[in-house]
């Protein structure tokens, strides 16, 4: 089980990776999370860091889907600026979404990463189904009460973890 909840690296934000760093470790394509990855909890549109990381990766050749257990609403309206293929209601952990990312994107399992602020979700779902798995460092704790209880379930798996800036 400690396997399955262990990714390939830890992250501080997701803004400190590249795609040069991506394509340097073989990755072409990337499943984004929303909350607490791109952006904190509360807010609800891509601000200009998500657009200008999206506009990046997509100048260099790497693809991207935003994978959310968020609603259609929530996840519609937030990749609205992004023009971005995205699923909603995901049910991470689950593959169905994971795997029907992998197949918009054109690409094998070993050319893709996940990234995202959650073992149980992100972590977890990318290495079921045999992908880069990468924890980014939540941007804001100020989260809804089930998150909080999940962040309490992680904390033995992080212990002694370090984030680092790259990967």
């Known amino acids: 089980m400690k396997k399955l909840l262990t990714p390939v690296a830890y992250i501080n934000s997701i803004f400190d990776i590249t795609p040069q760093m991506l394509k340097n470790k073989g990755i072409y394509g990337l499943i984004l999370d929303i909350d607490n990855t791109l952006v904190a909890t509360h ?9 200008s990381f999206i506009r990046s990766l997509k100048e260099n050749g790497i693809k991207a889907v935003i994978v959310s257990n968020g609603k259609k609403k929530r996840v519609e309206y937030f990749c609205q600026p992004l023009d971005i293929k995205f699923l909603y209601k995901a049910h991470k952990p689950l593959r169905g979404a994971l795997n029907k990312a992998i197949e918009m994107m054109g690409l094998s399992n070993d050319k893709v990463a996940i990234l995202g602020d959650q073992l149980f979700t ?17 941007i804001d704790l100020e989260e809804p009460f089930f998150i909080k209880l999940k962040r309490i379930l992680e904390k033995p798996f992080l212990k002694n973890v370090e984030f680092r800036d790259n990967f």
């Open 43 to 51: 807010i609800k549109k891509a601000d200009e860091k998500a657009i």
């Open 122 to 138: 992100d972590v977890l779902g990318g290495n079921l189904i045999g992908i880069h798995s990468i924890l980014v460092k939540p």
